[in-house]
C-alpha cells in the first residue's frame, strides 16, 4: 500500500481504519446472527433451514434475490426456496430456476461468482454460489445483488459461515432424517408385521376353533362307532347319531326314516323337534311318494338352501315351510349292494347350506347307520334262515365241494336215522339208494357241474332200517356273493312218500269214478246191450228147435240138424262175445295199453249202442279215414272215452222234435302227427255261461247224471298226450272232438 501525506494522511487513515473496522465489526455481528442461527435450526426440518438462511442473509447482506435448493439421493429437487421482491419472483418462477443456475448449479466449483441479466435493472446481478453440505453435496445457495462490489469478501465469509453453518444443520437434519426415516420404516414394518401377526393368530385361533370342533365331531363318530353295540342298541345309536349330526350342523330339527321292505315304505324311526303335523304326513311314506322316488333314483343327497325358492323336493319343501323351516338336507342311506336303507334329513330356520365338512361327516354318520342297519337285516336273514333249515320238515344237508358232508339238519338225520349227536357219514353219495347211487356219477354230478344245480326224483337209504324214502332232490351251490365261487354243496330233499300213497289213493279213486261212469253208461245202453244178447240167444232158441225138428224125422236129417248147430254155435259165440265185451267195459281190470284202430273202437262203440241210436231215431252218419295209423292206448279207456261222447251226443238230441237228429261221427288224421275223432249231433247244445264248465268233475245239467263223463275223459286223453274241446256247430248242436299221438314205432 502507498503512503498517505503524514496528517493528512494521518487522518484520513484514522478514519480508514475506522471505517475499517466498521466494516469488520459489522462482518462480526452478521457472522455472530448467522452463527445464532444454529441455535434456532436444531431440530428444524431443511425448508425451514433454507428459510431463515435465505432471510436472514437477504437481510443483512441486502441481497436482491436468494435461491436455496436441496437434492435428494437421486438428484431430484427437493427443496426448493426462491427470495426476491414481487416483480423479480414473478419473472424467475417463470423461467425453471434449474434452466437458469444450472451453471452454478451443476458447477463442481464452489464457492464461485459471476452475473446474470435482472430483468429490473439493465446493469445486471452479480452472483455467489456455494454448494451446501460437509461430506456430500447437498445443494446449492444462489446469493444475489445489484451492487457492484458485490459479494466482498467480507460478505463472501459471511455467506460461506451461513452456508457451513446451514450444511451442518442440514447433515445434521439429513442424518437425523434418515434414522427417523428408518425409524418410521422400522416401526411401519412392525406394525404391519404386528397386524399381520394379528390376523395370522386370528385365522390360526378360527383354524384351531374349527379344528377342535372337527375333532370334537369325528371323535363323536368315532366313539359312536367304536363302541361295542350290540344290534338291539340300533335304535340308540341312530338317535345318538341324529344328535350328533344335528349339533355338527346346528340344525333346528331332524329325522331318520328307514325303508321296511316288508312294509314297503319309509319308516321314522328317529326325530327332533318335528311337529305333529310334520309327523302324521312322514312317519310312513310309502313307496311311490315323489320325494322319495327321487333320492331313490338318484340315490344323492338333496339339499335345499331355500324351500321358498324353486320346487324341487316335493312335497317335502311345502311341508318344511309350513313347519317353520326355511331350508333342509335329507342324505339317503346307501347301502353296501347299492339299496337305499334310509334318510338322514335335518331341517334349517334360516336360509343355509351345510359345510363341506358337515356334509361329509353326515355321509360318514349315514355309512355307520346304513352298515348298523344292513346288519341287523342280515342277522335277521341268517337267524330266520338257520331257524328255517333247523325247523324245516325237509333233509337238508350241506357239503364240501368233493362230497363230504358237513351238515344235515334234523328232518334230514330222522329221515336217514341218524340220532342227534350221531356223526354224519362221509361221502354223499352213501346217502343215496344202491339204485341212485349209480347215477350220480353218470347222470347227477355231471349236470351239476355243468349248470350248477340239478332236480329230480331220488330215492335215500336209511342207515338203520334200510328203507328207502323216495324224494324229490334238489342239489345245488353255495356261492359267494357277488364273486359267484363255489363255495360248498348242498342238497334238499322232500320226501314224497306221502304224496306217492296220496297219488296212488287218488289213481284208486279216479278209477273206481271212471268204473261208475261206465257203469252208468252201461245202464244208459242196457236195453242196446239186451238186444244184442236177446237176438243171438232167440236165434240159438230157434235153431235149437229146429235142430230138434230136424233130428225128429222118420228120417231125421242130420245135415239141417248140423246147420242148426252150426248157427247155434255162431250165435252163441255172438251172446258170449257182447258178455264179454260189456264184462271187460265193467270189470276193474289193470291198464294195459296196446296199439289200437281208433277206427275199430268207435266201430265197437257204435255196435254196443246202435241199438240205442235206433230207439231214439237218431241216424248215424260216419266219415272214417282209411289206413289210420294206431295209437298206443288202453282199450277199455279209448272205449269209454268214445261212448261218453256218443251217449252225451244222444241225449243231447232227446228234446229235438222238429227236425232229424244225426249224430256224424269222424276220425281224420292231423298234420301234427295226431288222429282227431269228433262226434258230432244237432242237439240243442249248451248255454254259454256253462260252457266252460263242460270238463269240470261233478258237471251236470242231466237228473241222473253224474257229471263225471267228460272230466274222466279228458284225464283219458290228456294222460295219452292228446287234447279234448268242445265246439259249438253253425247250427245245431255241439261237436266233442279228441286227439290222440300216433303211436311211434317204438311203442
Ligand atoms: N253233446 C252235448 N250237447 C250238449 N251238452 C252236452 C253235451 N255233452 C255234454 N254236455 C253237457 O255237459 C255236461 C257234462 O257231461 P258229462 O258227460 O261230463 O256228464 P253227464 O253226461 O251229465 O253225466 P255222466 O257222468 O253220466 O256222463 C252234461 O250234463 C251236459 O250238460
Ligand atoms: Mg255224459
Redesign the pocket.
Known sequence: MKAAPVQASADSSRSALGSERDGIDQTVSQIDEVLNLAQEWRQAAPEQILNTLSETLARILRLTLVYAVIDDAGGAREVELFHADAIRDSFFRAHRFADLFAPWLDSSISPATGSFPDPVDASGLRIAAIHLGMNRRLGTLIAASQRIDYPTAKEMVVLRVAVNQASAALAEQVHFGERRHAAAEFEARMSNRAAQLIRANRELKGVRDELTAELGAMEDLHELSTRQRRLSDMPSAINDALDSVMELQSASAGAVQLYEPNLKGLLMVAYRSLSPEFLSRFTFVRDGDPAWGRILGTRSRVIVEDANGPENFAPYQQIAIAAGFRSLQATPLVGHRGNVAGVFSTYFREVHRPSDFELCMTDLYCRYITEMVDRKRAEEERSKLASIVENSADFIGIASLDGRALFLNPAGRSMVGLGKGAPLPEGIVSYLSAKDAERVSSEIWPAVERCGYWAGETSLRNFQTGDVIPVLQHIFFLTESPSGVRLALATVCRDIRERRHAEREADEIRQELSRA?RF??LGEISTSIAHEINQPLAAIAANGAACMRWLHREVPDIGEARASLERIIRDANRAGDVIQRVRAFATKGALTRSLLSVNEITSEVLFLTHNELERESVTLRTQLADNLPVVAADRVELQQVVM??V???I??MRAVVDRQRVLLIKSTREPSSMIEVSVC?N????PAE?RGR??ETF????P????????ISRRIVEALGGRIA?TENPDH??T?SFTLPIASPAS
Open positions: 261212469s252208468m253208461s261218453n261222447l251217449i252225451n251226443a241225449e243231447s249231433d242237439g240243442n247244445g249248451i256253462q263242460l270238463f258237471f251236470t245239467t242231466k241222473q247224471g253224474l257229471g263225471l263223463g267228460l272230466s268242445a248242436g255241439l266233442l
